[in-house]
């Protein structure tokens, strides 16, 4: 068995600190030598350096993070300029959504591009002919013509309403523009996301008056799963300002990329006196999970020393009440979450937990896909 100390990597501060925390996460001896002391944010060039018989399983670790930090790269290079999109529907209410919408696109420098579907309406004809049924589908203009122009007023009137806000000072001065596309809600938003990557989507859950939650949740869930743009849930009954958000409980499973999405939320976020929660659902309580989530405490306090870090394990089979017992003890103003696989905000709890979490909470919910 070799003790012998080899270079794994050359790397800026910021990568070597996160390379370090992960490589320990998974019983990896490391330490980083060539570090600026005073100024440690400043440095360059830092080595991290491994025992050598961990060379094999840490340079596999190294290169998932360099392979997430390559497709992280790519989806924000530049982000500058990129969008921030709100899915609404033209007749609903929508100040929370442009409160939240605005001040990310502000905090970001991008733009917000309002989305709306619509279904074209169309009759159907139906004849017999040797006792088959041929069905035709044909588009009533009359309709769709009072339907666009229904569109471009409602369009019209929520111009001049988004532009008395920012006239008022309640919402940033951001440019933003209206998109009308012929089609599914989730299936439209998904397809837009997917050509256009926005750098945020924020959507409305419910209210605490909407007795469907299926009405407007439905479509928020099927792109809170699906969506690889970071996706803001927030209630429609929310009252709490964005800028205001200072306790914030990330979920985590000990993810290797848990590191680059918790980097994510914080570059939404105000971070003066801002304090995280990690929170890790388990079934028994190990060991192993308390050093992993120590290993990502450790992490934060060097890389982000003024922020505030705390760590809780919950018993993923808890009721609703518990849960949000919790974070109202907690006092948690947002809930966020990484998720590379589609459903895992439904395997961090139960399924019907989960489903109830997201539609029964006014606290907002932040999901990303690393």
């Avoid at 392979?67 to 990129?82: I, S």
């Avoid at 990502?296 to 705390?310: D, G, Q, S």
Wanted: aromatic residues 10%.
């Amino acid at each position: 068995m070799s003790n012998k100390w080899v270079t794994l990597a050359i790397r800026t501060y910021q990568r070597a600190q996160m390379i370090k925390a992960v490589l320990e996460q998974n019983g990896i001896e490391t330490m980083i030598h060539n570090l600026n002391l005073e100024h440690p944010e400043m440095a360059v060039g830092v080595r991290v350096r491994i025992k050598e018989d961990d060379l094999p399983q840490a340079l596999s670790i190294v290169e998932e993070m360099e392979k997430a930090w390559e497709e992280e790269a790519k989806k924000n290079e530049p982000l500058k300029g990129r969008n921030v999109l709100i899915p609404i529907e033209l007749t609903d209410q929508i100040n929370e959504v442009c409160t939240y919408g605005f001040y990310y696109a502000h905090k970001i420098n991008a733009d917000v591009v309002f989305l709306h579907t619509y279904l074209a309406p169309a009759y159907t004809i139906t004849s017999s002919y040797n006792t088959e049924i041929n069905t035709y589908s044909l588009a009533d203009t009359e309709m769709l013509r009072r339907l666009m122009k229904s569109n471009s007023a409602d369009v019209e009137n929520l111009t001049n309403l988004v532009n008395r806000w920012i006239e008022a000072g309640e919402i940033p001065k951001v440019n933003f523009t209206f998109e009308l596309r012929e089609g599914v809600p989730e299936e439209e938003i998904l397809t837009y996301c997917k050509k256009e990557l926005p750098a945020l989507v924020v959507m409305g859950t419910r209210s605490r008056y909407h007795k469907d939650e299926n009405l407007i949740g439905s479509v928020t869930a099927e792109v809170l799963e699906a969506c690889k743009s970071p996706v803001m849930a927030i209630s429609l009954a929310i009252s709490l300002l964005p800028e205001k958000i200072r306790r914030v409980a990330f979920l985590t499973n000990f993810d290797q990329k848990d590191l680059i999405a918790i980097d994510t939320a914080i570059s939404f976020l105000n971070t003066d006196g801002l304090e995280l929660v990690f929170i890790h659902a388990t079934e028994k309580k190990e060991s192993w999970d308390e050093v992993m989530l120590a290993g990502i405490k450790e992490y934060f306090a060097n890389h982000y020393p003024r922020l505030k870090t705390e760590y809780a394990f919950l018993d993923k089979e808890k009721n609703l009440d518990q849960i949000q017992s919790f974070l109202e003890a907690s006092k948690i103003e947002l809930v966020a979450l990484n998720t590379k696989k589609r459903n895992l905000f439904f395997r961090f709890f139960n399924q019907g937990i989960a489903t109830k979490l997201l539609f029964n909470t006014e606290t907002p919910l932040l999901v990303m896909h690393f």
